[in-house]
């Protein structure tokens, strides 16, 4: 017995529907995806780690801790800043939208020293 398939113009755009809503998920995921998180400590002086590598337009939330006394957390290029309280975490969403090199650094006085506290945001 030989069965026929008719040409079922319906089905044949219910599927390519299908088809298109399938290429759409790789961008659903890729905009759903958790932002990366990265646990930054403060203590006089210096930031652990002090370079911290991003790629552009990656969403990324800072968590920062100041160990000892209260910090500031700047970055003058990204028009971002928090105050950090010793012993709480505070975080901080960031995003940069094109590659270089911005320096971060604390911007409340915490001592001799506090001068040369700070680090590099790589973006590539
Ligand atoms: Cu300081």
Known sequence: MIQQ???NPTRR???AWL????????????SAAAPRRIAVTARRFVFTP???ALRKNESVILELTALDVVMGFSVPDLGIRADLPPGMKVEVPIQAASAGSHLFLCDIFCGSGHESMNGQIVVS
């Open 5 to 7: 398939i008719a040409f």
């Open 13 to 15: 755009r219910s599927l």
């Open 19 to 30: 088809a298109a809503l399938a290429a759409t998920v790789p961008f659903w995921t890729a």
């Open 50 to 52: 002090d370079r911290i």
